[in-house]
């Protein structure tokens, strides 16, 4: 069983940068992949990032690319996502999610456990 905690979300303005942890206890998930995934209002849960066991693949949703990355620490046991030039269109609550494999997916179904959420709110 793992239980993952986010955190790091808060309003920002439009342009502004954030930082979201992952923090995971319960056991190791320096063999799974990781990823992130978003839930806007009325909206259903989409893939943000994820990446694999070692770090050594990422991959992102095509309208985060090139502002957000994602990163972990195997000996922390901690995944994150440092979001720049953020966007009132990435206004969400953000989740952390571990998956069944090491290699991390852009299905949700993929994933075993999940996070609580964190919300983010950026400002017009």
């Known amino acids: 069983q793992v239980q993952l905690v986010e955190s790091g979300g808060g309003l920002v303005q439009a342009g502004g940068s954030l930082r979201l942890s992952c923090a995971a206890s319960?056991?190791?998930?320096?063999?799974?992949?990781m990823g992130w995934f978003r839930q806007a209002p009325g909206k259903g849960r989409g893939f943000v990032a994820r990446?694999?066991?070692?770090?050594?693949?990422?991959d992102y949703a095509n309208d985060v690319k090139g502002r957000f990355t994602i990163s972990r620490d195997n000996v922390k046991n901690m995944v994150y996502l440092q979001m720049n030039s953020l966007r009132p269109e990435d206004t969400a609550v953000y989740y952390c999610?571990?998956?069944?494999?090491?290699?991390?997916?852009?299905?949700?179904?993929?994933?075993?456990?999940w996070g609580q959420g964190t919300q983010v709110t950026v400002s017009s």
């Open positions: 999610a571990v998956d069944r494999s090491g290699l991390g997916s852009k299905n949700p179904l993929e994933y075993t456990y």
């Open positions: 319960g056991r190791t998930i320096s063999m799974n992949g």
């Open positions: 990446i694999t066991w070692n770090g050594g693949i990422t």
